[in-house]
């Protein structure tokens, strides 16, 4: 218990000295290095660099949120000739586009995916670094950050669906991870949306809340820490703030192993990749907004006797397949 509290200790450390001002200033040495949007393309940081075909697509959504997706063929395809179904892949919270590639081609779902002739779509949400602002708000100004999960679901989700159903004309196969599910099961409320949609996978599915054990997610919940962000002033959760940068690198160089950081949030995992862990953190974690991150920490507290995304007419199948645990 003892390194959950001190992280919490420093995450509220930030709390109360960054700012929603972020600067584009890095360290070279950082293990938070940030990228430049303005110069830099997940194609061209992460896809292309692998031998794989790439396009950069932006979307605008209804409120006005200009969006990156990226269209990925196999290794020696050409995105010209693509045959197979489109596949839409919907990251989780504090991530974006470029999770579904840090890991080696073989590892990474983005790369197996197009692999197998799938016809693959990254979706990034707004305010994360592969999207693209907004037709007239400021990154730096408070109502750019004024959106929770639902808005992701029926203005940033429904956007990607089609877009991508009308360039291709064919239903949309949507995979989402953690917060990509939460906003699958929202915009499948719509029948507009889930007439676009041949079948979805989720992956870490939220729909209930209360079960989460992770000892320094718990801790932030109890502690209301999402609410004394957004008394503070404070519209986005941003740890590559230069005072979020700095933070996370003193306490992966000096204080506390960083599986143990990762650990206290996702709960025990085998499967974490201790030295992939400076190339995640290049890229890893994105901005989110303070009130999303009030709106989900309400559920945990709130404990609701029904789903968090109630009346999603789709049919729900479980695997049996065992899957290996951590012992």
């Known amino acids: 218990m ?34 430049s949007s303005e110069q830099r393309t997940l194609c061209s940081q992460l896809v292309e660099p692998a031998g794989y075909p790439c396009e950069e697509h932006k979307i605008q959504t209804k409120d006005g949120f200009l969006l990156g997706l990226q269209r990925v063929s196999s290794y020696d395809g050409d995105l010209k000739k693509i045959k197979g179904p489109p596949i839409l892949l919907l990251h989780g919270l504090l ?75 064919r239903k949309v196969y949507v995979v989402g991870h953690s917060q990509g599910t939460i906003i699958s099961f929202v915009a499948l409320t719509q029948p507009d949306i889930a007439k676009k949609v041949e079948a979805a996978a989720l992956l870490s599915p939220i729909s209930y809340l209360d079960h989460i054990t992770a000892p320094l997610v718990r801790l932030m919940v109890d502690l209301h820490l999402d609410t004394m962000i957004l008394t503070m002033g404070f519209h986005q959760l941003n740890f590559k703030s230069d005072w979020g940068t700095n933070l996370l690198d003193m306490l992966c160089d000096q204080l506390v192993d960083c599986n143990n950081i990762l650990s206290s949030i996702t709960g025990k995992n085998c499967y974490l990749n201790g030295s992939r862990f400076d190339f995640f953190f290049e890229f890893e974690p994105h901005p989110t907004s303070a009130k999303n991150l009030h709106h989900l920490f309400q559920i945990l507290r709130e404990k609701p006797k029904h789903a968090a995304c109630p009346g999603v007419g789709v049919r729900m199948e479980r695997m049996s397949q065992a899957i290996a645990t951590c012992n």
């Open 2 to 35: 003892a390194k959950p509290l001190l992280a919490l200790m420093f995450l509220l450390y930030f709390a109360l000295h960054a700012t929603d001002d972020s600067s584009d200033r890095s360290t070279e040495h950082s293990i938070l290095h940030r990228a």
């Open 95 to 169: 991530m974006a586009g470029d999770a579904w590639f840090l890991n080696s081609a073989e590892q990474s779902l983005g790369f197996i995916l197009a692999e197998n002739g799938f016809d693959v779509w990254i979706g990034n949400v707004r305010g994360t670094r592969w999207s693209h602002g907004h037709i007239s708000l400021s990154e730096h100004d408070k109502k750019f950050w004024n959106w929770s999960w639902e808005d992701l679901a029926l203005y940033d989700l429904a956007e990607m669906i089609d877009y991508i159903n009308s360039l291709t004309d």
